[in-house]
């Protein structure tokens, strides 16, 4: 499946770490109503059961608001889900494979740090390529940042959309503008706000500030 550049803009990654005592289904419902364009599920240390159940809960909420649920990683869960996709990283399955999977009309979201993975990524089936770490980020310690004009390249070098992640806030995503992406995944200038919902707000009109200018 395709996916259009629009549904890029906001790409909201969860997670739970920032919770202290919120409801996940209700923080990530807040982001919905503050814009998020997609919702990617990210859960690293939940059994099968608990994430299936999760699931779909959540993609109820994003089906309720129209909006793609990616799963990331697991290609399982999203196929049971029924989910919209899955995004994948270079360490994870084959592209190709994942393609296979789970089929021609769901989306596939693959990583790539380097201009030569991103065209191997579209080449297998790839619907759009997330690029990063653009900044250092606390999310994940062992990701490296990659430079403003390799993500610049990799923008050139494929068809489908593309959209920066790690460590992109208030403080310096207007620094993205000019390189060719599409839209930014964000993950704690989300969540780790005491107001989930005004701050998603808040990035998406700083997002749109910068794709537009």
Same mark, same amino acid.
């Given at each position: 499946?395709?996916? =259009? ?7 909201? *990654? ?10 996940? #289904? ?8 503050? %814009? ?10 939940? =059994? ?6 999760? %699931? ?12 793609? !649920?990616? +799963?990331?990683?697991?290609?399982? +869960?999203? &196929? /049971? &889900?029924?989910?919209?996709?899955? $995004?994948?990283?270079? =360490? ?9 999977? +789970?089929?021609?009309?769901? &989306?596939?979201?693959? #990583?790539?740090?380097? *201009? ?19 900044? /250092? ?7 490296? *940042? ?16 593309? *959209? ?17 992406? $599409? %839209?930014?995944?964000?993950? =704690? /200038? +989300? ?6 919902? !005004?701050? #998603?707000?808040?990035?998406?009109? !700083? ?7």
């Amino acid at each position: 499946m395709s996916i =259009s550049k629009s549904q890029m803009k906001l790409y909201v *990654v969860t997670d739970r770490s920032w919770l202290d005592g919120k409801l996940f #289904t209700e923080e990530i419902e807040k982001t919905l109503q503050g %814009g998020a364009t997609l919702i990617q599920l990210r859960e690293k240390n939940l =059994s099968y059961d608990e994430f299936l159940k999760e %699931g779909k809960e959540i993609k109820k909420i994003t089906d309720k608001y129209n909006i793609p !649920l990616i +799963i990331n990683d697991n290609v399982e +869960i999203a &196929i /049971s &889900i029924d989910a919209s996709g899955v $995004h994948i990283g270079q =360490s994870d399955m084959d592209a190709a494979e994942v393609k296979k999977l +789970i089929g021609k009309d769901k &989306i596939l979201g693959v #990583t790539a740090k380097t *201009v030569e993975q991103a065209i191997k990524a579209e080449k297998d089936g790839a619907s759009y390529i997330g690029v990063g770490a653009a900044f /250092s980020t606390s999310t994940k310690l062992d990701t490296r *940042v990659i430079t403003f004009e390799t993500i610049k390249n990799i923008c050139k070098s494929v068809t489908i959309p593309v *959209v920066a992640i790690g460590g992109i806030d208030e403080n310096n995503i207007m620094n993205l503008k000019g390189l060719g992406i $599409h %839209g930014v995944a964000l993950v =704690s /200038s +989300i969540f780790s706000k005491e107001d989930v919902l !005004l701050a #998603t707000k808040q990035m998406l009109e !700083l997002t749109e500030c910068m794709l537009t200018q």
